[in-house]
């Protein structure tokens, strides 16, 4: 069954720690994203990887980092430098070309205690 | 800097009639557009996707571009309760390989019974 899978489902931080969500698909995309969604906003785009090992900045990057070791795994850390974390995290990927739809994993909503 | 507009709503439709979502964009350079419907609580599923002028019909749904007024449209005939989500117009600027989305507000669609 081909998917995008986001773990955990819900995820507290406290004040100070860093956090790690993680996104896996088997989809064999090349390109894998990760947005930002407040409450009553869109989805804004955080870090963006089209192929191991590299990755660029989106519009909203500081306070957060990511890593590409594998083509299927694109975990996203939260750190402390983030200041205002609590949101939804969706991790989407595609194909990598101009023209690709994107597919969204079902999301980890980040609270801070 | 990239926009995305859209009328924020509630747009409220009698079940049965046809729901009508618009999405201006800013940046000339846009190559694709795409519709995803949201759900309370739940992450972006695609709809529709336009990368050329006129319409696109799937089923009930109709997507319309026209680049030259930087306009995009979903039409939504026979509304059903179901129907009843947030609708997201999302952007893809740039050409030839991976970039993220910019996404609208977003639409609050309620189709009345």
């Known amino acids: 069954d081909g998917g995008i899978t986001q773990s955990p489902k819900y995820l507290f931080r406290k004040e100070g720690q860093n956090v790690t969500l993680s996104c896996e698909q088997n989809?064999?995309?090349?390109?894998m994203y990760w947005y930002r969604q407040d409450p009553g906003q869109g989805l804004r785009l955080i870090y963006y990887?089209?192929?191991?090992?590299?990755?660029q900045k989106g519009d909203i990057a500081e306070g957060y980092s990511v890593s590409r070791e594998k083509k299927e795994s694109f975990p996203l850390t939260v750190t402390s430098a983030q200041k205002n974390p609590t949101a939804f995290y969706l991790c989407?990927?595609?194909?990598?070309?101009?023209?690709?739809?994107?597919?969204f994993g079902p999301g980890t909503r980040l609270l801070v205690l | 800097q990239k926009e995305v507009e859209q009328n924020s709503g509630p747009l409220s439709v009698p079940e049965g009639a046809i729901a009508s979502l618009n999405c201006t964009y800013s940046?000339?350079?846009?190559?694709?557009f795409f519709w995803y419907r949201q759900y309370s609580g739940k992450s972006p599923e695609l709809i529709m996707s336009?990368?050329?002028?006129g319409d696109k019909e799937d089923g009930r749904f109709t997507a319309q571009l026209n680049k030259a007024s930087q306009y995009v449209s979903l039409l939504i005939r026979d509304s059903q309760p179901s129907d009843s989500a947030t609708y997201l117009c999302?952007?893809?600027?740039?050409?030839?390989?991976?970039?993220?989305?910019?996404f609208g507000k977003g639409t609050h669609l309620i189709i009345q019974p």
């Open positions: 989407a990927s595609d194909s990598g070309g101009s023209w690709e739809t994107q597919y």
């Open positions: 990887s089209q192929i191991v090992n590299d990755f």
């Open positions: 999302a952007v893809k600027v740039r050409g030839g390989g991976a970039d993220g989305l910019t």
């Open positions: 336009i990368y050329s002028n």
């Open positions: 940046d000339r350079g846009s190559q694709s």
């Open positions: 989809l064999n995309h090349d390109a």
